[in-house]
């Protein structure tokens, strides 16, 4: 049985994908914030494909000490359970924030979770990835064009923005994607998905005004 990995997996994309994975007799690891929003998501995948093979882990993956911590957790179940492999990464956790948000590490919220944790958290399943000759899936967004890196400050912290902070956010994702790609293929590869627009909640979570609205 193959293993996937979702990051954002209690809502929107990632439950759906939760789903199909399962549906196709996947094993899927789901992470999300909170117990409540894990159970009833695991309830809904498993009321869809009874019998799935789906557990959650807890995290907040915008600290990176949540995603160290769950790292190990995942790295451990996938030793016991699935003879060290994990054939799929699927980084789609990402949020957007329409003021100025630091986490405890000091990075602006929207980079911190929607670039640095997938990066983190690739790293350290890696080996679980070269084992299996796996695959990173980073949702992207094609708000990434005509986007450069604020190199002279990368987290907005002078003039936040928070539209060009999302889409820096994602050009990160496809640089990433490439250096991957440059390193590891082909016995490992990388690929950035653009899934247009999608009715989720990304923009209604601890957003306000125009940005919620929009």
Request: glycine content about 8%; aromatic content about 8%; overall charge positive.
């Amino acid at each position: 049985m193959k293993t996937a990995m979702i990051t954002g997996a209690t809502s929107g994309i990632g439950l759906a994908v939760a789903k199909a994975l399962c549906a196709d007799g996947v094993r899927v690891i789901g992470i999300g914030r909170s117990q409540e929003r894990c159970d009833a998501a695991a309830a809904d995948v498993r009321s869809v494909v009874p019998g799935a093979d789906i557990r959650y882990f807890i995290a907040d993956l915008s600290q990176q000490a949540k995603v160290n911590a769950v790292a190990e957790r995942a790295a451990d179940m996938l030793d016991t359970d699935c003879g060290g492999k994990l054939d799929a990464l699927i980084l789609n956790a990402g949020g957007v924030r329409n003021w100025y948000t630091t986490t405890a590490e000091g990075y602006e919220l929207q980079f911190a979770l929607n670039h640095l944790s997938g990066f983190l958290l690739t790293a350290r399943l890696l080996p679980k990835l070269q084992a299996a000759n796996g695959r990173v899936i980073l949702t992207g967004s094609n708000s990434h064009k005509l986007m450069r890196m604020h190199w002279t400050d990368v987290m907005y912290k002078k003039h936040y923005s928070c539209l060009m902070a999302y889409k820096q956010s994602k050009l990160c994702n496809l640089l990433f994607a490439a250096e991957l790609n440059r390193r590891y293929a082909p016995a490992m590869r990388a690929y950035v998905v653009d899934p247009g627009l999608v009715n989720t909640e990304i923009g209604l979570k601890q957003t306000s005004g125009i940005v919620a609205w929009f």
